[in-house]
């Protein structure tokens, strides 16, 4: 029997006995990593081509064209033996993990997390301030507290009064910017999202698909769950409560936010829940498969049987 | 300071191993000076090796010259103490996890017996190529196929010896950790020669160590 294997400084025919052949690489920390690249990509390498007029035994499924999938007898060589030590490996590992990650980087569908949650962050900062806002104003007013009033406020005419006034004044234009970025990052991820996931931002609306693209990890991850985990994704500490302590298992989770569950009496929360997890389902394939538009039929079936569940007098 | 183990050391209450980078901290660890040479303090709370070690684990199969496969070695708080016993050694540390990784990079650059690998540990075979013959395989990963991961790794590479650090809370939430424990030492005893397992608490919650021998 042939063997065939590739080690990280070269490829390597042997059989029972001995090495036959080999094809070492450059010993260069940049072509090596490139080499490596290929290979986890699923490539196959010009040193790998070489040998395929042996026929050799492989056990990569990588390497199928290149000789028979089956038990490769284990290799004992190491990189020393020719000349490529550990620092070689290590500078050429480098290299690659760096390449590897800049490509990570460079996933728009890694970075909507971020989005999402600084959307989030600056909600709640917004609120915790208009509230703190209202109530340093109420020592000035009997009546209203809006960004206008504030900004239009008059303290005093004694120099710290001023400085209260500018201070006050500070908060409320802060709250303004507050706003706008937060017009600005909503747009950013409504159209990512018109972009990215076409179909399942149709059907659940670009803010719920951000955050069930952020959560599932991008949105092929998402189009491999089946309906019944979208439908309680982002609903995990109550299901985990729910399994550990038997209280009543969650109905939703991110989908809650959607019109037609939020606005559905609660015995129908549940049915409706799991229709719109069906089509998001359905879409997400859609999106991260075949890149067909399908939203305006899914859409239509989706009310029709909406219009079902909700007239229906069954719970 | 007393040698507790090859490359281990230990002063009252806390173990510590000689730093191969003076001068340098790798996670805010103390560093001490005794008889000229420098030491770092090993965090059983941020480590669980060196939990494993302060709970009493007889056998730690690290020397000066191990060849480690580290599965789920994030920023490498943990890997950075192998790297200073194993120092003729090497570490090849897996990390899925972009983030953890790049401060991994960052050592791997100072540490000259490091090696960073960027992939899945669910798929060996992505850096089988890079791995050379190891004599320890090491895992704290805490996912719900930890002990698969652990069982293909091991078939993988055969080495002499794997440690694992199993999170019963990882693998199944509603049932009692104990139960888990039994039944992940029941499949991993299938395969291999179940050494020690050693609770890890109070440093981890729900988590033991578990060496196994080929």
């Known amino acids: ?315 | 300071m007393k040698k507790i183990a090859e490359g281990i050391f230990k002063e009252g209450k806390r173990i510590f191993t000689e730093n191969l980078t003076p001068g340098k901290k790798v996670y805010n660890e103390k560093l001490v000076r005794y008889k000229g040479k420098e030491y770092r303090s090993w965090n059983p709370y941020r480590s669980k090796m060196a939990a494993a070690i302060l709970n009493g684990i007889k056998e730690i199969p690290i020397g000066k010259k191990s060849r480690i496969l580290y599965l789920g070695v994030a920023n490498g708080t943990t890997a950075s103490h192998f790297s200073d016993i194993a120092t003729e050694g090497i570490i090849y540390g897996v990390e899925i996890a972009f983030k953890p990784m790049k401060k991994f990079i960052k050592l791997c650059e100072e540490r000259k017996n490091m090696v960073p690998i960027f992939a899945d540990a669910n798929k060996p075979e992505l850096y089988e190529a890079m791995v050379e013959e190891v004599d320890l395989l090491y895992q704290d990963i805490a996912q719900k196929n930890q002990v698969e991961i652990f069982l293909k790794n091991m078939e993988k590479f055969q080495p002499d010896k794997g440690i694992i650090m199993v999170k019963a809370r990882s693998i199944n939430i509603a049932m009692e950790p104990k139960k888990i424990f039994e039944r992940v030492r029941k499949e991993i005893g299938r395969k291999y020669e179940i050494k020690e397992a050693i609770k890890l608490s109070p440093y981890a919650r729900d988590h033991i160590a578990i060496s196994v021998e080929i």
């Open chain 1, 1 to 315: 029997m042939t063997y065939l294997k590739t080690k990280w400084f070269g490829v390597f025919l042997y059989d029972e006995k001995k090495i036959k052949d080999k094809k070492l690489f450059p010993k260069e920390p940049d072509e090596i990593a490139e080499k490596i690249y290929l290979m986890q990509k699923g490539g196959v390498l010009e040193e790998e081509e070489y040998f395929k007029k042996h026929k050799p035994v492989v056990d990569d499924e990588r390497l199928s064209s290149i000789g028979k999938i089956g038990k490769v007898k284990k290799l004992y060589v190491m990189g020393k033996e020719f000349g490529y030590d550990n620092d070689l490996l290590r500078k050429a590992c480098i290299k690659l993990a760096m390449r590897k990650i800049r490509e990570e980087q460079e996933k728009r569908e890694r970075r909507i997390t971020e989005a999402v949650e600084t959307l989030d962050d600056i909600i709640k900062v917004t609120n915790i301030l208009l509230e703190r806002m209202r109530n340093w104003y109420d020592y000035f007013s009997f009546e209203g507290g809006d960004i206008e009033d504030v900004l239009a406020i008059k303290v005093g005419d004694k120099k710290l009064d001023k400085i209260e006034e500018e201070n006050i004044k500070n908060l409320a234009k802060l709250i303004v910017s507050l706003q706008k970025a937060r017009k600005d990052i909503e747009n950013y991820i409504k159209k990512t999202m018109e972009e990215m996931a076409p179909n399942v931002s149709n059907i659940a609306g670009a803010m719920i698909s951000a955050r069930l693209i952020a959560r599932a990890g991008g949105i092929d991850k998402l189009a491999m769950f089946p309906a019944g985990t979208i439908q309680l994704l982002g609903a995990e500490r109550a299901l985990f409560r729910h399994l550990k302590d038997g209280t009543p298992p969650p109905k939703h989770g991110i989908i809650f936010q959607h019109e037609m569950i939020k606005k559905a009496p609660k015995e129908k929360r549940g049915k409706i829940a799991r229709l719109l997890a069906t089509k998001i389902s359905i879409a997400a394939k859609a999106d991260a498969f075949t890149k067909n538009f399908i939203a305006n039929e899914l859409k239509k079936e989706m009310m029709e049987k909406y219009e079902e569940i909700i007239k229906s007098k069954e719970k």
